[in-house]
């Protein structure tokens, strides 16, 4: 919210997320992708985390989790297709200025400084 930015995330970003939203170390995912996928590429899953870091969207895990984890089962996966964020910056100003939660006695909305 700081950046006032918002994100689509496509391509296999979905089985990404889901392994840092479990707390997987990255030098797990390439054994559980391989699992997934009849092929994938590394460079592609390491490119993608270091973009997301970059852009704030997630941060080092102190406490990495160290259970097995396996990807969800609610699609098919096959072929590998390249994890892809989309950044959109259309509304920013509007985000940044925030009208639904700066109501104050100010009126509203309220611009921050």
Not at 37 to 54: G, R, W
Not at 93 to 113: F, K, M, N, T, Y
Request: hydrophobic share 40%.
């Amino acid at each position: 919210m700081d950046s006032g930015k918002y994100y689509s995330a496509t391509g296999s970003a979905a089985d990404i997320f889901y392994l840092i939203e479990h707390k997987v170390p990255t030098n797990k995912f390439e054994q559980i992708l391989d699992k997934g996928f009849t092929e994938f590429i590394k460079e592609d899953v390491a490119a993608f985390v270091s973009h997301i870091l970059s852009e704030n969207l997630i941060e080092d895990c102190s406490q990495p989790n160290l259970n097995e984890v396996e990807l969800p089962t609610d699609y098919l996966r096959n072929q590998w297709v390249s994890p892809n964020l989309i950044e959109f910056s259309d509304l920013q100003d509007l985000i940044l200025v925030d009208p639904v939660h700066d109501a104050s006695l100010q009126g509203w909305p309220v611009e921050r400084p």
